[in-house]
């Protein structure tokens, strides 16, 4: 036996020894939110109740007569909905009428609900009744009258929200008060509370600042959920007072609408209210969900409340940073297509060669997260004229418009990409424009693309040329749209450059069709020359491709960053 004991012992050490795997916890998330506080307080309602004969009835703006609702609330199985004071909130009638609800209990006197608004809902056949109160501890003793006997209470200081709707679903689920405080005195009505109601032990909410010394001591068995700030106490609440749900609700700490309303749900879960700051999440919050193992998680309000980012670490995700190239439009122009081939290099088509690189720059461009449009949708190979791909690109508007193309020449030994822009944009902007003829500049006067002519001053007369001979600038007073594309154009021809054995000519002022057309930044770029054997073999090379693809995507990441 002794022997088999050893045995049992060593086999036990050696198993402590081995690394025991450890499992994430998957943390879901649903939020319950909407255009507005109302909104929050009827998907919360439509959450928790098919049906339900009372609804608890509040001033949307006005915390501290709603503070001790929640217990009652409970108690009834009622949502706690929202009002203006002056008049029935529309969108909450309806959810009223929804609920089939016989009876409305209004928590506050007529100045936080007014009686306009009770005379609305016994119109409409449902009875009414009144909770309130000349100050905010007079009403918190009055809702504690309508609860159902206990011998603890919840005691919290009456001039902030955060501690006593972090500590409401407790305080629902077990039938406990919510009595209100001052920080240094207790108010008579509470303590009248106290008395009347035979409590003999008491929960505080909230730390010294917010309940002190003087007061903690005059209640009956103190004990107190404190905390640095709301969200530790929140925290604290959730870690003490045995919830055993998996579920937590998760409200923003700065406003009292969403924690009130959703706090009478949490309680029905078994579920912490937990509060966060809008756009970051407090360690503590994100600790306790942790270590209770929360696997699902309510999220109340609207992204303005609690973003998206906060749910995510609150998850126990990581969140991505934003792209760089987030919030980017890039209209990518694959050239030629359908029954116009472009130039064709042994076999080998221009157009394809055309879309073949657009697909690699739009996977490099999208995995920054521009959004890409296209003129020419890859694997539909259609012919578009370049009247209607400017078209495409001024009415939808991108940031950047880019049209990629490959050169061809008749000697076969020509080489090198090229990128090109437009400082003449007549579609944004003729002032100080002007062609430059035999080294001499002409004011332009306009331009006839039918005709394909510019119109210039010479002296007193207006004379015409072929706008395929002469190129037109407006180099004094470039718009912006020009003067992004020429900055673009001379970033994406160093790129070009580096790393193949591609040469680049540099960029140049041209008027190009698609890029004097449109409004946005655009740039033509011409890859190089499939004319060029040795050339061709680099710019079919998906590698290649990928290679060049990277490095332009680069430079438009950097240049928009």
Known sequence: MKRYIVFLTIVIFIFTLIPQKSYAVDVTNKRLGGKDRFEVAINVSKQGWTQSDTVILANYLAFADALSATPLAYQENAPILLTHPDKLTGVTETEIKRLGAKKVIVVGGPPSVSNNVMNRLQQLGIQTERIGGHDRYEVSYNVSKKLKYTDTAVVAYGLVFSDALSIAPYAAKNGYPILLTKTNELPPETEKALKENGITKTVVSGGEPSVGTAVYNKLPSPKRMGGKDRYEVSSNIANNLGFTSKNAFVATGLTFADALTGSVLAAKMDAPMLLTRPTSAPSSIVQTIKNKGITNLFVLGSTASISNDVVTILSGKEVQPPKPLQ???????????????????????????????????????????????????????????????????????????????????????????????????????????????????????????E???????????????????????????????????????????????????????????????????????????????????????????????????????????????
């Open 327 to 449: 919030g980017i439009t890039i209209m990518l122009d694959a050239g030629h297509g359908g029954s116009d081939p472009g130039a064709v290099y042994s076999g080998v088509y221009e157009k394809t060669l055309n879309m073949q690189f657009t697909q690699q720059l739009a996977s490099k461009l999208t995995y920054r997260g521009a959004k890409i449009l296209y003129t020419r949708q890859p694997n539909n190979d259609i012919y578009i004229s370049l009247e209607d791909r400017v078209a495409m690109a001024n009415s939808q508007k991108p940031n950047l418009f880019i049209s990629l193309h490959h050169d061809s020449s008749t000697n076969a030994s020509a080489s090198g990409s090229s990128t090109h822009y437009s400082t003449y944009r007549p579609n944004v902007d003729t002032s100080g424009t002007y062609v430059v003829i035999n080294g001499k500049k002409y004011p332009l006067v306009k331009e006839d693309p």
């Open 451 to 561: 005709k394909k002519l510019f119109y210039y001053q010479d002296g007193n007369t207006v004379k015409t040329i072929s706008l395929n001979t002469v190129i037109a600038y407006d180099t004094d007073s470039p718009s912006k749209a020009a003067t992004e594309s020429k900055e673009l154009a001379n970033l994406m021809a160093q790129a070009l450059s580096n790393g193949v054995s591609i040469e680049n000519d540099g960029s140049s002022d041209h008027n190009l069709y698609v890029t004097r057309r449109t409004t946005m930044a655009s740039v033509l770029l011409e890859l190089g020359f499939g004319s060029n054997p040795d050339e061709l073999k680099l710019l079919k090379d998906p590698n290649v491709q990928a290679k060049r693809a990277e490095q332009l995507a680069s430079v438009i990441e950097a240049y928009y960053k």
